[in-house]
């Protein structure tokens, strides 16, 4: 690594060189025999690829977004209903489960094996991720101050009745984070955002996002969102990219930001970056590349880790915001 690549960088905590976080958005009960596993299929499922990465490799940290009452059947709307007035703004186009279906505090086994889970942060991703008309999975789109909050405190309810450890974490349906929502957040003392996801955008110092969701903060490193003491931590990594984009982040004193989804697929749906047996072999892959390449030189931690350290005044916080513009 160049003195240069470094210098760029922030000064992670250990003097360590650059990091790496690793998120999954969509966690819930629910099983492949319902419809599709979104962790309910415990360690026959997601969640045992999820936990052969943890025990390969001893460093690696992950935050799991979990939507305390999913209810979306399918992402995409039904091709009839979606053309018909007034019907289209009054139901759920891809379908909905019921209000306690795939409720967390009523799946024990499930909540039991999560909490057990070792290096595992859990965060909110919502508390549907869906919503009746065209808006689909924008759970928070159109929505007010006062109905974020409102839907943000039941989800924090629910994760707690459940007995499960949460953090003040939150990455938003579909990237999808208006100014109401970021204000709800704020005021529930939220400590951090994952909104952006970009990775298209080549890997140079001081870039910005260009992606899905918030634009024009830092794609390298995590800041502080102007006017809101929200730390935003983009995503800039996934199944589709190379280890040499991933080495690349590294090169230049960056956060490598890994991003993946519970549910591969549905029936009408697949995720790129559904966690199954084609993308476990090419996180492993990446996961030994850089401990081969870059040893102890890396600070592995958790977005909850990276918030505390970017707010504690230790973590560079100046080069960051103005970073953000």
């Known amino acids: 690594m160049s003195s240069a690549g470094v210098a760029r960088g922030l000064p992670y905590p250990g003097r360590k060189l650059a990091s790496v976080v690793m998120s999954f958005d969509d966690l819930h009960p629910g099983t492949s025999e319902a419809g599709y596993d979104g962790g309910g299929?415990?360690?026959?499922?997601?969640?045992?690829?999820?936990?052969?990465?943890l025990r390969l490799h001893p460093s690696l940290k992950v935050v799991l977004f979990t939507v305390p009452a999913w209810r979306e059947k399918e992402p995409a709307p039904n091709p009839v209903l979606k053309r018909v007035p007034?019907?289209?703004?009054?139901?759920?186009?891809?379908?909905?489960?019921?209000?306690?279906?795939?409720?967390?505090?009523?799946?024990?086994?499930?909540?039991?094996?999560?909490?057990?889970?070792?290096?595992?942060?859990?965060a909110v991703h919502g508390l549907h991720h869906v919503v009746r008309g065209r808006r689909g999975i924008n759970e928070f789109s159109?929505?007010?101050?006062?109905?974020?909050?409102?839907?943000?405190?039941?989800?924090?309810?629910?994760?707690?009745?459940?007995?499960?450890?949460?953090?003040?974490?939150?990455?938003?349906p579909n990237w999808n984070a208006p100014?109401?929502?970021?204000?709800a957040l704020a005021?529930?003392?939220?400590?951090?955002?994952?909104?952006?996801?970009?990775?298209?955008?080549?890997?140079?110092?001081?870039?910005?996002?260009?992606?899905?969701?918030?634009?024009?903060?830092?794609?390298?490193?995590?800041?502080?969102?102007?006017?809101?003491?929200?730390?935003?931590?983009?995503?800039n990594w996934s199944a589709t990219s190379s280890l040499e984009r991933a080495y690349r982040?590294?090169?230049?004193?960056?956060?490598?930001?890994?991003?993946?989804?519970?549910?591969?697929?549905?029936?009408?749906?697949?995720?790129?970056?559904?966690?199954?047996?084609?993308?476990?072999?090419?996180?492993?892959?990446?996961?030994?590349?850089?401990e081969s390449r870059f040893g102890d030189s890396l600070w592995w931690a958790t977005m909850g880790e990276v918030a505390r350290w970017l707010k504690s005044g230790t973590g560079g916080s100046d080069v960051a915001a103005s970073e953000a513009g």
């Open 86 to 122: 007034f019907l289209r703004d009054a139901v759920y186009l891809g379908g909905a489960w019921g209000e306690s279906t795939w409720r967390l505090d009523r799946h024990k086994a499930f909540c039991d094996y999560v909490q057990a889970m070792p290096r595992v942060e859990l």
């Open 187 to 235: 005021g529930l003392g939220y400590e951090f955002l994952a909104s952006s996801r970009d990775i298209w955008t080549d890997i140079a110092p001081g870039v910005e996002t260009n992606g899905s969701g918030l634009r024009g903060v830092p794609l390298l490193h995590p800041c502080l969102l102007p006017g809101r003491p929200l730390v935003h931590i983009p995503s």
């Open 249 to 290: 982040i590294i090169d230049t004193g960056g956060m490598l930001a890994i991003k993946g989804h519970m549910v591969k697929r549905t029936k009408q749906y697949s995720a790129v970056d559904g966690l199954d047996e084609q993308y476990f072999s090419h996180l492993h892959a990446l996961l030994s590349g850089l």
């Open 142 to 172: 159109g929505a007010d101050q006062s109905e974020c909050r409102r839907k943000i405190l039941r989800a924090e309810h629910i994760l707690t009745v459940s007995g499960l450890n949460w953090v003040r974490g939150f990455s938003p």
């Open 179 to 183: 100014p109401p929502l970021l204000d």
């Open 41 to 53: 299929d415990l360690d026959r499922g997601v969640l045992g690829w999820l936990s052969q990465l």
